[in-house]
């Protein structure tokens, strides 16, 4: 169900990270500017548009930087949600962490 108060904080974690992305970027500080680009590009609406823009604004090295990372956070985000949809369905799992039993065990 679409919730507009929440989509109006993604809005502005977006923009956040954008702008984050931006400062560290015109201080030389690439790899903090890639990371919050990365951020801004999991929380966007659009992704593909916004990498349309990130190759036409960004530096060739850093847009590449930018690939490599895509699907790693879409890896990370697949399972960051798979563990959500996991707990959702099992009441029980609600309070339990799982990541704590799997670091303890693996």
């Known amino acids: 169900m679409w919730d507009p108060a929440k989509n109006e ?8 990270e954008v702008q984050m992305g931006e400062l560290w970027l015109s201080r030389g500080k690439h790899r903090m ?3 919050h680009l990365n951020n801004a590009l999991i929380v966007c609406g659009q ?16 847009f590449e ?6 699907p ?17 369905d ?6 339990f962490n799982v990541s704590t039993v799997q670091s303890e065990y693996y």
């Open 65 to 70: 930087r930018l690939l490599h990372k895509v």
């Open 9 to 16: 904080k993604l809005q502005e974690l977006f923009l956040q």
């Open 33 to 35: 500017g890639a990371e």
């Open 90 to 95: 099992d009441p029980v799992e609600k309070h």
């Open 47 to 62: 992704p593909q548009e916004l990498l349309k823009v990130f190759k036409h604004t960004l530096p060739h090295k850093l």
């Open 72 to 88: 790693l956070i879409c890896q990370q985000f697949e399972a960051d949600m798979n563990e959500q949809e996991y707990l959702e």
